[in-house]
């Protein structure tokens, strides 16, 4: 699976961004798929991740009630809906694919990944 990553962008503090990842191959429907986000200087960490079916959703606690997880098995997409966004928010959000059906926030849980798209939010 080949997964790639779009619209992030400079967004003022309480905007929302949608950040899109497309992915390659025929058995997107059978992956787990999660977004992580790594700010500079820090360790990558784990946002949402979505099961196969779309039926169940997992959030950090930093991002629930703010941001949604959803994916299209039509369209091989998945995406992030980002609202309320807090200069906090600001890194490189990643999206990856999990073999398996357990949601996992565990980034070494994820099989393949994308290339990264920034967000930056400013105060």
């Known amino acids: 699976v080949q997964l790639q990553a779009s619209g992030g962008g400079l967004v003022q503090a309480g905007g929302s961004l949608r950040l899109s990842c497309a992915a390659s191959g025929r058995t997107f429907n059978t992956y787990v798929m999660g977004w992580f986000r790594q700010a500079p200087g820090e360790e990558r960490e784990f946002v949402a991740a979505?099961?196969?079916?779309?039926?169940?959703?997992y959030y950090a606690d930093s991002v629930k009630g703010r941001f949604t997880i959803s994916r299209d098995n039509a369209k091989n997409t998945v995406y992030l809906q980002t609202n309320s966004l807090k200069p906090e928010d600001t890194a490189v959000y990643y999206c990856?694919?999990?073999?398996?059906?357990?949601?996992?926030?565990?980034?070494?849980?994820?099989?393949?990944w994308g290339q990264g798209t920034l967000v930056t939010v400013s105060s």
């Open positions: 979505i099961s196969w079916s779309g039926r169940s959703t």
């Open positions: 990856a694919a999990a073999d398996g059906v357990r949601l996992t926030p565990h980034w070494a849980e994820y099989d393949y």
